[in-house]
């Protein structure tokens, strides 16, 4: 994610925290098959057999998953190709509007044939929305907002399908092949609109990575500002857990003699527990436990570290806080050390499974659900909020997505400094440290 304050991204991404990509193309008839009936059968199978087993929210998303299969296994075991075969594949998995959700097809298949256009699609009130065309891939504007400078059409099928968290992306396919899309204006008139990918090859895209800017932190005055863009170490620069656990840490401590801290969670997809718990110890009183699967959970345990935090806290959630992300909130909310400030956060909440099937395609999905007697399940709402603050169409509609993005974030952290007693005067210059 590029911006701390939403779900942003190219039409076409790599799956990660927060953000999902699953890859869905149209059937290439210049490709020749690589693979016989049988193995596709087996690569079908094995995926569905493992979400069967495993998938712990097929009743929460009303997803028959037998009659998924009747559906798609015919198409898919009699497809003529490789390309052909992966779409089908991609359509049953896409019945699973989950933020975990992705598949990749195998690399034989995509590297170096398929391609996908470089639109700028931001997900804004859990829908899809054009920000902005590729050059020369733009549609033809319905008359009535030919003056408008920011009609952001939404996405709402792709070759297709119902358009949705696990199927934003479900645009790459043979290179120089066509997209069939379907878009709603804002006055809810509907249009078909084809696009052509490109002739150069861009799959797979390149892994993402923070840089030296996944952690920023800072104080202004007596209030601390930590942003934590990942937990996931192989997002950082920064190596093995234990490294981003101490640069967790060594944030922490730079700031221990502040009144107040902001945890800015904003655009934090998640990552590893070993990385997050860690820090998150140091601002409990008492331990905090929680359980993951449907037999009787596998347990883990956050425990008090030293040196504790015991000033006031605030943490900052969006649009694009997902999984670990959240899970870092709502344990501070619950432990209560945090007032919740923001979007509403994506709703992944178990932990992550992976099918890799004979062909080396690669299906991840929530694999454990948490099951702490008690705690309130968020898979699909996402987390209480005690204060909310949404980046809403109409606002991108009316001022440009840029503009509203920044109005969302001047109103959620003067908030956070309402809430933390911090002087109106300080918000530019947490706003300074915010950008970074």
């Given at each position: 994610m590029t911006n701390p304050s939403i779900c942003r991204r190219p039409l076409l991404s790599a799956a990660i925290t927060g953000c999902v990509a699953l890859i869905l193309a149209a059937a290439d008839p210049l490709s020749a098959a690589a693979e016989h009936p049988a193995s596709y059968a087996?690569?079908?199978?094995?995926?569905?057999?493992?979400?069967?087993?495993?998938?712990?929210?097929?009743?929460?998303?009303?997803?028959?998953?037998?009659?998924?299969?009747?559906?798609?296994?015919?198409?898919?075991?009699?497809?003529e190709n490789d390309t052909e075969f992966a779409w089908e594949l991609a359509?049953?998995?896409?019945?699973?509007p989950d933020p975990h959700v992705s598949?990749?097809?195998?690399?034989?298949?995509?590297?170096?044939?398929?391609?996908?256009p470089?639109?700028?699609?931001?997900?804004?009130?859990?829908?899809?929305?054009?920000?902005?065309?590729?050059?020369?891939?733009?549609?033809?504007?319905?008359?009535?907002?030919?003056?408008?400078?920011?009609?952001?059409?939404?996405?709402?099928?792709?070759?297709?399908?119902?358009?949705?968290?696990?199927?934003?992306?479900?645009?790459?396919?043979?290179v120089g092949t066509t997209l069939d899309l379907r878009l709603r204006w804002p006055d809810g008139t509907e249009q078909d609109h084809q696009m052509q990918r490109p002739e150069t090859p861009n799959l797979p895209p390149p892994k993402?990575?923070?840089?030296?800017?996944w952690l920023v932190s800072g104080k202004v005055g007596s209030i601390g500002y930590i942003?934590?863009?990942?937990?996931?170490?192989?997002?950082?620069?920064?190596g093995p857990d234990g490294k981003m656990t101490t640069m967790l840490r060594s944030a922490l401590a730079d700031l221990a003699d502040t009144d107040a801290i902001i945890i800015d969670l904003q655009g934090n997809g998640?990552?590893?527990?070993?990385?997050?718990?860690?820090?998150?110890?140091?601002?409990?009183?008492?331990?905090?436990?929680?359980?993951?699967?449907?037999?009787?959970?596998?347990?883990?345990?956050?425990?008090?570290?030293?040196?504790?935090?015991?000033?006031?806290?605030?943490?900052?959630?969006?649009?694009?806080?997902?999984?670990?992300?959240?899970?870092?909130?709502?344990?501070?909310?619950?432990?209560?050390?945090a007032t919740?400030?923001?979007?509403?956060?994506?709703?992944?909440?178990?932990?992550?499974?992976?099918?890799?099937?004979?062909?080396?395609?690669?299906?991840?999905?929530?694999?454990?659900?948490?099951?702490?007697?008690?705690?309130?399940?968020?898979?699909?709402?996402?987390?209480?909020?005690?204060?909310?603050?949404?980046?809403?169409?109409?606002d991108a509609r009316k001022l440009g997505i840029e503009a509203a993005m920044e109005q969302v974030q001047r109103a959620r952290m003067t908030k956070a400094m309402e809430i933390m007693g911090a002087p109106a005067s300080s918000l530019e210059e947490f706003l300074k440290l915010a950008k970074v």
């Open positions: 087996k690569t079908f199978d094995a995926h569905w057999e493992r979400l069967r087993d495993d998938y712990p929210y097929f009743e929460l998303y009303g997803v028959d998953w037998d009659q998924e299969r009747a559906e798609h296994r015919p198409a898919a075991i009699a497809a359509r049953l998995i896409s019945a699973l598949f990749l097809p195998s690399m034989e298949t995509v590297i170096g044939k398929w391609s996908a470089d639109a700028d699609v931001r997900f804004l009130e859990r829908r899809l929305f054009v920000m902005e065309w590729p050059e020369g891939g733009a549609p033809e504007v319905p008359s009535a907002f030919k003056d408008a400078a920011y009609a952001y059409p939404e996405i709402i099928k792709i070759s297709g399908e119902d358009a949705g968290i696990t199927t934003d992306i479900l645009v790459a396919g043979p993402k990575h923070f840089g030296d800017k942003h934590i863009k990942t937990f996931s170490p192989d997002m950082a620069t920064l998640g990552g590893q527990v070993a990385a997050s718990d860690p820090f998150l110890g140091h601002f409990l009183k008492r331990s905090k436990s929680y359980r993951w699967g449907n037999s009787g959970g596998k347990r883990r345990v956050i425990r008090p570290q030293k040196p504790r935090y015991d000033g006031k806290m605030v943490a900052i959630v969006d649009e694009g806080s997902a999984s670990g992300g959240e899970w870092a909130a709502r344990i501070l909310r619950d432990a209560g050390r919740v400030v923001g979007g509403r956060t994506q709703g992944a909440e178990a932990a992550v499974h992976t099918s890799t099937g004979p062909d080396g395609s690669v299906v991840k999905f929530s694999g454990w659900p948490m099951v702490e007697p008690g705690v309130k399940p968020f898979q699909e709402v996402g987390i209480e909020v005690d204060h909310a603050i949404p980046l809403l169409i109409e």
